[in-house]
């Protein structure tokens, strides 16, 4: 067990899977808002990894696909309890959360064509769409793009949005190309 | 039969997303509205603004959402949506679950791999891309109300929007806090100033 990280406590499959229900039903705001709250859950209050190696999951949780969240609990439950721990994590860490979609799914329907909540709404949708667009400008400015890399999200969404072209066919070929490019040309470069 | 469709359209979904909640939004739009028309544009706009303040990773909350949607449109019964819901919120995480448990296992070098990382660098900025196209698309009639028939609610959106934007953007505000300042606003000026 020693490979994936010092564990300092035993922690049980209900515990666990109690711990990441709390997480799941107090962070509003997606995945990276629980960063903060997983980490004085697991590592301050119940010291289940510590410090380095709750980073080291972040990380790996950031590289993997799907959703961060969700990979956050499915690591640290499988490095404390194997397999039923990354079940009882997951499950405790989107249990709430789909219920309550499926609560307010429900209610929905009754609520449209209400003038009060047409009215709110109104206010809301392009609200949506500028917290859409600004992660986009957020994200380019962390990435650091230049003028060598900047055409790749340029072509992307060009593509999605003129041609209609999948995202997914887009990912398939920039993971593709981004492989190859890493394996054959870039060590080149750096070399030369 | 739409939850075969569900499970495998969500399935593909979670393995494809290497770019975190808002990609997650992007990918589901180009699924379930542009390919599938399980809902309206308009639709999903609501459901992103209900899935942003609502506790829960925005990825589930979003699938779980649109599985709903989908078989109800499909002209199902409620408790048959709330399957959906669970079929899509569940393969969703399926594979990358599996595959993290994998990773956890057997792979935890490939991380260091610098072709690896070349990849995922790579992709994290092809995810830029796919984000500003859903944002694009999403810039239509039904979120901004149209510049000819309703002028007015074209012209408070754009407000709300470059609010909002520069908001998020240069001062970092809590995107709960800016949806419900947003939804406040449209109360007040839809519901007690417009009409009367």
């Known amino acids: ?192 | 039969m739409i939850f075969w469709k569900l499970f495998y359209t969500f399935l593909r979904i979670g393995i494809f997303n290497f770019g975190g909640g808002y990609a997650m939004i992007a990918l589901i739009q180009n699924e379930v509205v542009t390919r599938n028309g399980w809902m309206t544009m308009q639709e999903f706009v609501d459901m992103v603004a209900v899935s942003q303040m609502t506790p829960g990773p925005i990825g589930i909350n979003v699938a779980t959402y649109a599985g709903y949607t989908a078989v109800l449109h499909a002209g199902y019964s409620a408790p048959m949506a709330m399957i959906g819901s669970c079929i899509a919120s569940f393969s969703v995480i399926l594979l990358p679950v599996v595959a993290m448990i994998l990773v956890t296992r057997f792979l935890m070098k490939m991380q260091d791999n610098p072709a690896v990382q070349t990849m995922l660098k790579i992709l994290r900025i092809t995810f830029i891309g796919l984000i500003a196209a859903a944002a694009i698309l999403l810039m239509n009639v039904e979120s901004f109300g149209s510049p000819t028939q309703d002028t007015t609610q074209f012209i408070l959106s754009i407000v709300i929007f470059l609010a909002v934007f520069v908001a998020a953007f240069r001062y970092k505000v809590s995107p709960i806090l800016l949806l419900v300042l947003s939804g406040v606003a449209g109360y007040i000026i839809y519901g007690l100033i417009l009409p009367a």
Do not use: H
């Open chain 1, 1 to 192: 067990m020693n490979n994936l990280g010092t564990i300092e406590k035993k922690a049980s499959l209900w515990t666990l899977f109690g711990a990441f229900c709390k997480i799941g039903a107090f962070t509003i705001g997606g995945g990276y808002a629980m960063i903060p709250l997983m980490e004085k859950e697991i590592v301050d209050r119940r010291g289940w990894l510590d410090k380095e190696t709750f980073l080291d999951v972040l990380a790996l949780s950031q590289a993997m696909p799907g959703i961060f969240a969700v990979n956050m609990a499915s690591n640290i439950g499988y490095r404390l309890r194997g397999v039923l721990g990354s079940v009882a994590a997951v499950l405790g860490n989107i249990l709430l959360p789909i219920a309550i979609i499926i609560l307010w799914a429900t209610c929905f329907r009754y609520l449209q064509g209400n003038p009060i909540f047409e009215a709110v709404f109104k206010g809301l949708r392009p609200a949506v769409v500028a917290l859409i667009a600004a992660p986009v400008f957020t994200m380019a400015k962390t990435a650091k793009l230049s003028w060598g890399n900047i055409w790749i999200p340029i072509v992307a969404a060009l593509l999605i949005w003129l041609l209609r072209v999948s995202p997914i066919l887009i990912i398939i070929a920039a993971g593709i190309g981004g492989y190859l490019y890493g394996r054959y040309l870039e060590r080149k470069e750096g070399a030369a």
